[in-house]
């Protein structure tokens, strides 16, 4: 309870992590178990175990890393094999689940995990992509023309309305 509380929640609360994960659930609908297995994967090694920078300084986010002190402490040593977020390579990395982690990966930022785990999900095999709609709280599929230009016509708009407000 404490690690889901403490360790998981608080993150939420962070704009850029939401979307992060969010990008995560949106690129599993439709996806092959394969697919499914790659971003199964990264969550363990971002939102579980992930590292990232600020202000030059290595620091850590995942709830695994933040409700086990050993493993924080291990984790930000020159011990483990750091490397940057890639989804492509996090996604097939083994880990263990009984021991400290061998390798972590580090991000810059959530905006860019967000970005890279976008690029990823659009090389997936499905033939489609999805959109959240926040004001209607639906997923859409966007598998038609028409539905791709409605969805980019309600971008173009979203964007001319906060240019007028700016």
């Known amino acids: 309870m404490c690690h889901e509380l403490l360790g998981h929640v608080p993150l939420f609360a962070d704009h850029d992590f939401a979307e992060f994960s969010h990008a995560i659930g949106l690129a599993s609908l439709g996806a092959?178990?394969?697919?499914?297995?790659?971003?199964?994967?990264?969550?363990?090694?971002?939102?579980e175990?992930?590292?990232?920078?600020?202000?030059?300084d290595i620091k850590a986010y995942g709830a695994g890393?933040?409700?086990?002190f050993g493993e924080l402490e291990y984790s930000l040593s020159d011990k483990p094999t750091v490397l940057p977020f890639d989804p492509r390579v996090a996604g097939n990395t083994?880990?263990?689940?009984?021991?400290?982690?061998?390798?972590y990966f580090v991000t810059d930022s959530f905006q860019d995990s967000t970005r890279l785990m976008r690029e990823f999900a659009a090389?997936?095999?499905?033939?489609?992509?999805?959109?959240?709609?926040?004001?209607?709280?639906?997923?859409?599929?966007?598998?038609?023309?028409?539905?791709?230009?409605?969805?980019?016509?309600q971008v173009q708009q979203s964007m001319s309305d906060r240019k007028s407000v700016v």
Not at 94 to 103: G, K, L, N, V, W
């Open 32 to 47: 092959s178990d394969e697919f499914i297995k790659q971003l199964a994967t990264c969550y363990w090694f971002t939102v």
């Open 49 to 56: 175990f992930g590292l990232t920078r600020e202000n030059g």
């Open 65 to 68: 890393l933040l409700s086990s």
């Open 94 to 103: 083994d880990y263990p689940i009984t021991e400290y982690q061998p390798t």
């Open 123 to 153: 090389q997936s095999d499905r033939p489609f992509t999805v959109h959240y709609n926040a004001y209607t709280q639906t997923v859409e599929v966007l598998d038609t023309v028409e539905k791709i230009v409605r969805f980019a016509d």
